[in-house]
């Protein structure tokens, strides 16, 4: 029988294996097409995919199936649950693939990309550039087509001219950077706020007008220390939590 084909993965020995690789996973799932497999390969294929113990993975798919993404039954191997629920909240443990899983499982439209001036506020993040290339995406929920954010990206030029349009209907903009374009990240700064809806994001998201939203703000280095991506993101408040885990070793 054919099985569903994960994404590959780049262990970071400073985080757990076992949270690496359930958010990888958990991407890799969430960003499924509908037309793939839902049986997933064996304990033993995965580890041997991802490069770790099957003991690791086990861990990580007990993760999985306790967010109702898959189900596992003996003898009979382990699936993706159809009605798996998209919004769970995401700890982050300062993985790049907790970033992508928390993006991915939406169905996305290109609003609109073309040069933007770069904003007074984010020209400190530009430097010798008056403009970058801006991308605006609505995600909606795969289900109802219930809004749940909108994103604008601004894109270095050169990074820019290599994205191709329809894999931002298919992925998130850090997964498009680093698996199709190539980019090496480095890191990703996050903020997140509490702010009021303005009257275009209240009309995008479809709720009240200083109705309360959720504000991110991600800021993404290439390996140099250079800025590639900004991305502001707006959240209804009523459709996402965030949970941060720090660890103190």
């Known amino acids: 029988m054919t099985t569903f084909a994960p ?45 770790v113990s099957v003991l690791t993975m086990r861990q990580a798919l007990k993760e999985l199936e306790a967010e109702g993404l898959i189900s596992r039954h003996r003898r009979r191997g382990t699936f993706i649950e159809p009605s798996a629920q998209r919004g769970a909240p995401v700890r982050l443990l300062g993985s790049v693939d907790a970033i992508v899983a928390q993006q991915s499982g939406e169905r996305t439209t290109l609003l609109g990309h073309g040069t933007e001036p770069i904003p007074a ?19 909606c929920e795969e289900e109802s087509g219930e809004p749940t954010n909108w994103a ?33 990240i480095s890191r990703i700064t996050d903020t997140v706020e509490a702010r009021l809806a303005d009257p275009e994001t209240a009309g995008l998201l479809n709720v009240p007008l200083l109705s309360p939203i959720l504000h991110y703000t991600g800021l993404t280095y290439d390996e140099d220390g250079e800025i590639v991506d900004v991305a502001r993101i707006r959240y209804r408040g009523d459709r996402f939590s965030f949970t941060v885990t720090l660890d103190a070793h």
């Open 7 to 51: 994404d590959s993965l780049a262990l970071n020995r400073k985080l757990p294996l076992w949270y690496q690789v359930s958010q990888s996973l958990r991407a890799s799932i969430l960003g499924r097409r509908p037309e793939e497999p839902l049986r997933l390969p064996t304990e033993d294929r995965l580890a041997e995919h991802y490069g």
């Open 152 to 184: 604008h990206n601004l894109i270095r030029p050169d990074i820019a001219e290599k994205i191709d349009l329809d894999d931002l209907t298919r992925w998130p903009m850090t997964k498009v950077l680093r698996d199709a374009v190539g980019v090496r």
């Open 121 to 139: 506020d984010l020209a400190e993040h530009f430097p010798g550039r008056t403009e970058a290339v801006a991308y605006r995406r609505l995600r």
